[in-house]
């Protein structure tokens, strides 16, 4: 195991939903990340937090709003979605947000929005 | 605007065969070339990862070349085996610089027959 776990693993929603997607990590990292990941994409990363402050925002949607509570736990709140946001999402973390760091990833929520 | 272009889209070798994938890049402010690997229901992991002062780094049968005045990088896996079947992603950033994110290929699925 990576030491990122994110919950739950499958959901299926509907556009009027309001869900939630969980990521723990257990390395004493200080930094964590939501990516998306579609088919034929690169990897797009959505939203970056350092010391649960948020440091970069990648033009994501408002339908998506990332929550940090602590160092440890990073939430992805989802409200209103489209069914072209179905994809894989996923949580990393890493020591710091240098570019050069060694990002440690979940193995994501498979997200499809009908 | 793709910062990192990666091909070829998918890839089948032979067993024991040599696996070549390529990248290039755009930013000469990139300094930090590193592929991460997926398997099925898994988040990436990073594989091996260099830097512009070296033209060639290799850990065990994987081998980053890399040409700094092509801006191109490649990962070369050599004695391919049936477990190496995975997707692979280049990538690319600014290494020392906090608050930057890693800008990641479209992915290579590589698929080794036995």
């Known amino acids: 195991e990576t030491g990122v776990t994110q919950t739950p693993r499958h959901l299926v929603m509907g556009m009027t939903n309001k869900k939630s997607l969980k990521c723990e990590q257990h390395?004493?990292?200080?930094?964590m990340y939501w990516y998306k990941q579609s088919a034929k994409k690169p990897l797009e990363l959505m939203f970056v937090?350092?010391?649960?402050?948020?440091?970069e925002n990648n033009s994501v949607p408002s339908r998506f709003s990332p929550e940090c509570p602590n160092s440890s736990h990073l939430f992805l709140h989802l409200h209103t979605l489209q069914p072209e946001d179905s994809a894989l999402y996923l949580c990393?973390?890493?020591?710091?947000?240098?570019?050069?760091?060694?990002?440690?990833f979940g193995s994501g929520t498979q997200l499809s929005v009908l | 605007q793709q910062q990192v272009k990666q091909s070829p889209q998918s890839l089948i070798v032979q067993k024991g065969g040599i696996s070549i994938i390529n990248c290039a890049y755009e930013?000469?402010?990139?300094?930090?070339f590193p592929w991460y690997q997926q398997f099925p229901g898994k988040g990436p992991a990073l594989l091996i990862a260099?830097?512009?002062?070296?033209s060639e780094k290799k850990e065990g049968r994987f081998t980053i070349s890399f040409n700094k005045s092509a801006k191109q990088f490649s990962l070369h896996i050599m004695d391919s085996q049936p477990g190496d079947s995975a997707t692979y992603f280049c990538?690319?950033?600014?290494?020392?610089?906090?608050?930057?994110?890693?800008?990641f290929g479209k992915g290579t699925t590589l698929s080794v027959s036995s």
């Open positions: 260099i830097r512009p002062d070296v």
């Open positions: 937090y350092s010391l649960e402050e948020r440091v």
């Open positions: 390395l004493g990292h200080n930094a």
């Open positions: 990393a973390s890493s020591q710091d947000t240098r570019g050069s760091e060694k990002l440690f």
């Open positions: 930013n000469t402010a990139f300094d930090y």
């Open positions: 990538a690319a950033s600014r290494g020392h610089q906090a608050g930057t994110a890693l800008i």
